[in-house]
């Protein structure tokens, strides 16, 4: 079944917020290979003139998975999620996270169209905003394949 396009595009994604926990913070640091103290040691971090620790800049794509059903817009498509892949990933930061923060998760479908009959692609734009204040953005290639019956 291709891709309403369209439809897509009129799809909303509620805001999400979430509190960064120095825990995950600290855990992802970690799973990356991060030595830097400031992602490690909230007392390392307060030396460096952060509040508490420092999220790693890519931290922030987890934050968009922690909705109760991170795919369902997709789901709201009739998208198979067997013929799904992650293309391609973005982000532009403008200022640090640390732990303590409360970020708003705010994601939008910005294009979908096709290369193929048989391929079409979903680019979504996510915001994430500490209040007012936009801390980072990322856009995130969605490819959709047809699935064989």
């Known amino acids: 079944m291709a891709l309403d396009h369209e439809a897509a595009l009129a799809v909303t994604i509620p805001d999400l917020a979430v509190e960064l926990e120095r825990g995950r913070l600290k855990s992802f640091a970690a799973a990356v290979g991060e030595t830097d103290p400031v992602h490690l040691d909230a007392d ?4 460096a003139g952060h509040p508490d620790v420092v999220a790693m800049p890519t931290f922030v794509f987890s934050l968009d998975l922690e909705r109760p059903d991170p795919f369902d817009y997709l789901d709201a498509l009739e998208v198979d999620l067997r013929g799904v892949l992650h293309g391609e990933q973005s982000f532009t930061f403008h200022a640090m996270l640390h732990a303590g923060d409360t970020v708003t998760v705010r994601s939008r479908i910005t294009e979908a169209y096709a290369k193929n009959a048989h391929m079409d692609f979903v680019v979504k734009h996510t915001d994430f905003l500490r209040g ?3 801390v980072a953005e990322a856009d995130s290639l969605i490819v959709v394949r047809e699935v064989a019956a």
């Not at 390392?44 to 030396?47: K, L, S």
């Open 44 to 47: 390392a971090a307060r030396a």
């Open 132 to 134: 007012d204040e936009l």
